[in-house]
């Protein structure tokens, strides 16, 4: 069995697309489907259905892609590995990552991580849709949402600490809300699937109806919007820790934490093995967040 071979059909699995995983690697098209002809002729089975618009794994293409990804995972580690005595991170290391955070947070990192990897290249992907990692071909997802899929592995990689904030100009014309009583006769920024914020308290959660004007759909216009002076807002702390330095937007309610768990989330696929890239990535983005991360110092 050839591993260039067993490579090229772990990128047709991902892109539905004999040509395209063909050209991620450098081979023509014709040259490609040769090569999973060769290697559907040394498996003795047909492991993907042509048609004229895409292709698709068959049953004994899909029982063969964990084993490929394991097999190509050992042999990524073995070739780092000898000659050096220690695994070195080499080739491009896929990555996606929400838009707000991966535009503040992960591209500034990235000449350190670079400059530490030589051999190292990367490719980011910022969206804030929840993309399939595993068919999307990505490394690591940088998430800051709950992990649903079973077969990823998840790494914390920093806390992500909500706060609620206003700009000096709206406490000025409104008030500083100090109570949770007062905040239910305030302006708030309301962000799409936030109704309502929820608080503890000595008695238990307390649960406030958000009163406001102004709704959105993303974190950074809901920031945006409390330095217009259009509300209060909750907001993330690293959307917002510039702004708190500065002065332009003021943390109100802080004898009051909202009840939230959320965290930036590394998540990989599942692996006995893990990728010398991989484990580079997630090594150096833990001490370069921090504990606590710098946005929270």
Known sequence: MNIEHLRLFVRVAATHNISLAGKELGLSAPVASM?????????????????TRKVSLTEEGE???PYADEILASVDA???TVGTGKAQATGTIRITAPAS???MHVIPALKGFLDKHPELSVDIRLTDSMIDMIEGGFDVAIRDADLKDSTLIA???ATD???????PEYIAAHGNPTSLEELKNHSCVKQMGFDSWTFNTPTGLQNIKLKGRVRVDHGEAVRDAALQSLGVAMCAEWLVYQQLIN?????????YSLNDAAAIWAVYPSSRLLAPKVRAFLDYFSEYYGAPPYWEN
């Open 35 to 51: 090569h999973i002809n060769k290697l559907e002729e040394s498996i003795g089975a047909r492991l993907i259905h042509r048609t």
């Open 63 to 65: 029982a063969l892609l």
């Open 78 to 80: 073995a070739r780092s």
């Open 101 to 103: 955070f991966g535009r």
């Open 155 to 157: 790494k914390k990689l």
């Open 161 to 167: 600490k909500r706060i609620i904030c206003a700009s």
């Open 247 to 255: 002065g332009s937007l003021v943390e109100v309610l802080t004898d």
